[in-house]
């Protein structure tokens, strides 16, 4: 009794948790027969911890009827109620052999249950129960072993009992041979894994004696020693240190068994097995690449580590986490043994397997030998990678060779995305090792613009219409590593990186057009964040740059690659734009870099952008240029106020910083101040008042703070602002202009000029308020400065002052034209002016191009063309004639140059000096616009040159058509009348010609044609023009690249004479697109255009399936798949059996396509056609 007392003492405290537990206050008087088990069970006993109180021994349930009664009513009641609840949970147990799913969850459910409120009961439950029932099933044990884990894991405590109880029964577990092969084992560990959490060190004794017996440890002492390595939750931050400690420990007595050739090639077995899956890697395999490399690291014999490293290398590279782990064991050994890691890594580098995979590898032939080494360069660079972080500070003098041999790899390696997430990854390791050393900044980096090189190809190699991986966040945090570091980037090389970073983020479709370039991925990334942290990225870029050099010209440097961005047209581009804009001007105010005593550069264009921005349709545009205009105007506060402060010299020292910042720069080694700005006014609003005012009423408040120079920068950015294609743009300007002229115009010098600019630009507004602002700005301006304006208006001259072919080119930028460029880039007319003897011909087109958009500029650049004609450069004359004589086509011309004025400018040109202008005036000359007879002429020879295209000379076709193309354009407004049908008739018949110059020749003509007639066409030659689409559509894949490229041209000008909706994104997709999207972009325009000739289209587009031309059979296939998807109904009443037959063969073919796209598109398709098939039987 005495000893039965004492137990019930010690037991109090889980007899009270316990407790909770009861059913109710009544309990039956017979015992089941599972609870009279228990009593005869006895819990573990130990001697070897008198430190800690035993376990409170098994309650006896088959007692006397007067130790019964010697029992006190409450302890009575307690002792039944813990006995209740053990054969509660002892049955649960026994039901954990059961199959039902859902009965077992239930089970475990309980049981969790019963252990959080009574650990030690479930716990002296359990171990009873494995010692009672020696003989249950493995699967049973193996879900008692994951109750044993859950247990264990989240108790506060572990009484030594239990613990050694349980260690011993997780160790004779865990290298068992059961049905279940690791997952039993895994599950035994884990329960060794829950102990470590009250107790590592005991558990680490027994890994300790395991592993170092000679023989190579079993697998599930390594997935225990993995899990510990790898969960970093399990162990404190002092554990946690110590369990790395006794890991070097251990590695430092392993080295012994490298001598061995068993342990050794059983390692070399483990790590080369394949894993269970290609993305995930067993425990155990991650933990012995660690083991292998502190082993390594530990040897003292270079010679064997060089051997061990020479033998891992030489395994296969095929599996990404094989890589890593190579790479990862590498690393680990250079922290010793630098020199040796270098050195096997260079031969490994030069050995014949990779020479053979950086050159020679071919994906037609994929043999399992190539697959083996074609990731090497991969794992190569992962390594190098490795050896920095490792090596930490002792990398620095090897940080040229490793980039070096880093960028070798990256050139020369087959381009796919293993390789580019390798040499980010491990150029990120680099510069991240290079960065937290702090003797890094005496070190000059040889490498550094030639990586620059390299990431500029991988950021224009990425995607432009998608965002499906951390490339580009990755690539710009390597760049900001590198801006800190010695040489700094040069001015050309930081350029190219900020324009390449800004184009591949900012030009990124909108957020859902790129979530549904992921929407038939397994596993689509998160676009969303994955987009917001690019963006932070690239705004973290921006701040690194000014932080290396705190200059006004270093932000005007940087604000200049954000102004395109911040014209963009489209409304995205826009938003992303003056969003890094702000968060740049948001870091410059909070935090005190920039120098007071240099001027901004070009501050007021920057205020003038963002405050027309203010008015932009976009509210999120809208919000951010105002919050930019916000720290714009403290930081030009902060600068005025500093500025004012050091104008006295202070001997070298430091000035001290406000409260938001420190200070970087020293004023007593500056040179010589420029002259400083006004004394600063008092600011009218608090600092953060200035948030909550209208964009009006910020910018008016920063006008009041901008120096004479930096206002004219504002005006002049208004001004240019009223020429904007935007109508947003075009009235936020001129309401700008008006602002600064009401409130700062007599301040104002040299207005001249800016009232020239400003009439210039009216010529060009549309929208009344606008001019109205406009015309009141000139009318102010005229108040205070008369006598300049009276003079200058005398004088004034509507368009600029000179004509050359770069200012004209440059008219069409700014001028926002888009069919000008459509017209230029689909006919590849730019490459013409690369060349001496074709740049005529290019300013031609570009003439040419201007009459048929039409341009609003042409009677401004006409007005330019007499003064260029007596300019002493023969260059300047003949590009003023090409021009004029293409005018002559235009009726605008006649609104400044009457017919008979231009007749007497071209006769003037017959005395010019240069031939080559004597002969272009002459052509002029012979304009129709001069003899309008000439019309009746040309037409009627077009019949006799018909004749002409059925020659058997593919020469003298080629010449026929191209001179009906000339007769076409000397007509002009005359058009070819009635014979226009003839004309498209016979054009189209070639279209198809095997002979690629006569197909060129054919569609060229027929553009001309529909180019001519366009606005007058007759509606026989509007069918034709329906027609032609198919064909031309068809071509755009044609192999011809001339061929093709008339064929863009041609769809653009028919689609221009239908009257198609978005004409530019229409252009875009033919210049620029060259995927699937495209392609399902111009045949939705087309049957969205044209659903009334579905049927002639579906008959052409099934003509071509038997085509000789691989790429056009695919075309059409594909255009007819489309079709099929959005007009099932349509395609099954036209389409016939045969039809059905051969669009199904022709899939099942293009199911053998590299591009996956198609591949995936085809066995849709292959798919629908069988049931429609079907359907028909």
Not at 231 to 238: A, I, M
Not at 822 to 849: C, H, I, K, M, S
């Amino acid at each position: 009794m005495d000893g039965q007392h004492s137990g019930k003492q010690r037991s109090h405290t889980a007899a009270d948790r316990t407790s909770a537990l009861s059913p109710g206050p009544r309990i039956s008087s017979r015992i089941s027969e599972s609870t009279q088990d228990l009593s005869h069970r006895k819990a573990p006993q130990t001697s070897a911890h008198g430190d800690r109180p035993a376990h409170p021994p098994t309650i006896l349930l088959r007692k006397s009827n007067s130790s019964q009664a010697a029992l006190g009513p409450q302890t009575h009641h307690m002792f039944l109620e813990k006995a209740y609840n053990a054969a509660i949970c002892f049955k649960m147990l026994r039901d954990l052999n059961g199959s039902d799913p859902i009965r077992l969850k239930y089970i475990v459910k309980k049981i969790k249950s019963m252990a959080y409120k009574a650990p030690n009961l479930v716990l002296e439950t359990i171990h009873d129960y494995f010692a009672d029932n020696p003989e249950i099933s493995n699967r049973h044990k193996f879900r008692l072993f994951h109750i044993l884990e859950t247990i264990i894991g989240a108790s506060d405590a572990l009484e030594e009992t239990w613990e050694q109880a349980f260690m011993k029964l997780a160790l004779e577990n865990m290298t068992k041979s059961t049905e279940l092969d690791e997952a039993y084992q895994d599950a035994a560990g884990n329960v060794l894994v829950a102990i470590c959490r009250h107790s590592w060190r005991a558990v680490a004794q027994h890994l300790e004696a395991e592993v170092l017996t000679g023989v190579f440890p079993h697998r599930s002492l390594l997935y225990v020693m993995g899990v510990l390595t790898s969960k970093q939750e399990l162990l404190n931050q002092e554990e946690k240190a110590c369990w790395e400690e006794w890991l070097i420990k251990i590695a430092f007595k392993s080295t012994q068994f490298l001598k061995v050739d068993v342990w050794s090639r059983e390692l070399l077995w483990v790590l080369t097995r394949p894993d269970r899956t290609v993305q995930e890697q067993a425990p155990e395999k991650a933990f012995l690449f660690v083991f292998y490399g502190l082993v390594l690291q530990a040897e003292d014999d270079s010679a064997r580590v060089r051997t061990h490293l020479g033998t891992l290398l030489g395994t296969s590279h095929q599996w990404p986490k094989q890589r890593e782990g190579i790479a990862l064991t590498v690393g680990l050994t250079a922290v010793r043994h630098l020199d040796h890691v270098w050195a096997a890594l260079e031969q490994f580098g030069r050995s014949s397997p990779i020479k053979c995979s950086l050159h020679s590898f071919s994906p037609k032939a994929q043999t399992s030998e190539d697959l083996r080494w074609k990731w090497a360069s991969s794992t190569l660079l992962l390594a190098y990678g490795q050896m920095a972080v490792k090596a930490k500070a002792h990398i620095l003098p090897w940080v040229d060779n490793i980039l070096s041999r880093m960028i070798f790899f990256f050139r020369y390696s087959s381009w796919d995305e293993t390789l580019k997430q390798s040499f980010l990854t491990a150029i990120l390791m680099l510069v991240g090792a290079v960065s937290r050393s702090e003797a890094a900044h005496s070190y000059q980096f040889s490498q550094i613009p030639e990586l620059s090189e390299c990431l500029m190809v991988l950021m224009e190699k990425e995607p432009k219409d998608t965002l499906c991986t951390p490339t580009r966040q990755q690539t710009i945090h390597i760049i900001c590593s590198l801006c800190k570091l010695r040489p700094p980037l040069n001015l050309e090389k930081k350029s190219r990186l900020l324009t390449v970073c800004l184009r591949s983020v900012l030009a990124l479709p909108l957020l859902d057009v790129l979530e549904k370039h992921t929407c038939l991925f397994l596993e689509p990334p998160d676009v969303q964040n994955l987009y917001s942290q690019t963006s932070e990225a690239l705004d973290q870029m921006l701040q690194t740059f000014i932080t290396q050099n705190p200059t006004a010209e270093e932000l005007h440097f940087l604000l200049s690659h954000l102004y395109v961005w911040l014209a963009s047209e489209k409304a995205h581009e826009r938003q992303r734009a003056v969003n890094s804009c702000m968060s740049l001007l948001k870091f410059l105010s909070n935090n005190l870099y920039l120098d007071p005593k240099e001027d901004f550069k070009r501050i007021g264009q920057l205020m003038g952008m963002l405050g027309i921005l203010c008015q932009d349709p976009d509210k999120a545009t809208q919000h951010s240029s105002l919050e930019g205009l916000g720290h714009l105007y403290q930081l030009l506060l902060r600068q005025r106020a500093e500025a004012s402060r050091v104008k006295e010299p202070v001997p070298k020292k430091l000035v001290q910083a406000g409260q938001d910042g420190a200070l970087l720069w020293s004023s007593g080694d500056q040179k010589a101040a420029p002259p400083a700005p006004p004394a600063p006014r008092e600011a009218a609003f608090p600092k953060d008042q200035i948030f909550q005012l209208s964009s009006h009423q910020v910018t008016k408040e920063v006008m009041k703070h901008l120096t004479l120079a930096e206002l004219t920068d504002l005006i002049w950015t208004a001004v240019e602002g009223l020429g904007s294609t935007s109508p947003f743009r075009v009235q936020a300007a001129a309401s700008m202009l008006l602002t600064a002229v009401q409130e700062h115009g007599a301040q104002l010098e040299t207005v001249a000029n800016l009232g020239q600019a400003i009439h210039l630009q009216l010529c060009s507004v549309r929208i009344p308020q606008a001019k109205d602002d406009a015309l009141q700005a000139i009318t102010l301006l005229a108040r205070n400065h008369t006598p300049e304006l009276v003079a200058a208006f005398l004088d004034f001259s509507i368009t600029l002052d000179s004509m050359s072919l770069e200012a004209l080119k440059s008219l069409l930028f700014t001028t926002g034209h888009c069919q000008d460029f459509a017209r230029l880039e689909l006919q590849d007319a730019w490459d013409l002016f690369t060349n001496l003897d074709t740049y005529p011909q290019g300013v031609g087109l570009l003439a040419r191009a201007m009459v048929q958009s039409p341009c609003r500029q042409i009677k401004a650049v006409a007005s330019q063309l007499l003064p260029s004609l007596q300019s002493q450069e023969e260059r300047a004359r003949k590009v003023a004639i090409l021009i004029l004589n293409e005018f002559l086509y235009s009726p605008a011309l006649l609104e400044v140059l009457p017919a008979r004025d231009a007749l007497m400018v071209l006769a003037q040109s017959i005395r010019d000096p240069s031939p080559a202008v004597r002969v272009l005036s002459l052509q002029g000359l012979g304009n129709i616009l001069f003899h309008p007879e000439k019309g009746s002429l040309l037409r009627g020879q077009l019949p006799l040159f018909l004749k002409g295209f059925f020659r058997s000379s593919e020469p003298v076709v080629v010449r026929v058509m191209g001179t009906v193309a000339d007769a076409l354009h000397r007509l002009g407004a005359h058009g070819a009348g009635a014979h226009s049908l003839p004309l498209a008739l016979n054009a189209r018949s070639f279209f198809d010609d095997e002979r690629d110059a006569v197909r060129a020749a054919a569609i060229a003509l027929f553009g001309d044609l529909v180019a001519v007639m366009a606005g007058r066409e007759p509606s026989s030659l509007r069918t034709q023009v329906h027609q032609g689409l198919v064909p031309l559509l068809l071509h755009l894949r044609d192999r011809c690249p001339a061929v093709a490229t008339r064929a863009r041209f041609a769809f653009y000008r028919c689609a221009a004479l239908l009257r198609w909706r978005l004409p530019h994104t229409l252009f875009c997709a033919l210049a620029w697109e060259r995927g699937l999207s495209a392609r399902h972009f111009l045949w939705s325009r087309l049957m969205t255009q044209s659903q009334e000739e579905l049927s002639i289209h579906l008959s052409q587009a099934l003509s071509y399936l038997h085509s000789c031309s691989h790429r056009m059979r695919t075309w059409a296939a594909l255009f007819l798949g489309y079709t099929t998807c959005y007009h099932t109904r349509a395609v099954s009443q036209l389409v016939s059996d045969a039809e059905l037959k051969l669009l199904l063969c022709t899939f099942e073919n293009l199911k053998k396509e590299r591009e996956p796209g198609i591949r995936g598109f085809a066995t849709s398709q292959c798919r629908f056609l069988r049931e429609l098939a079907a359907r028909r039987q």
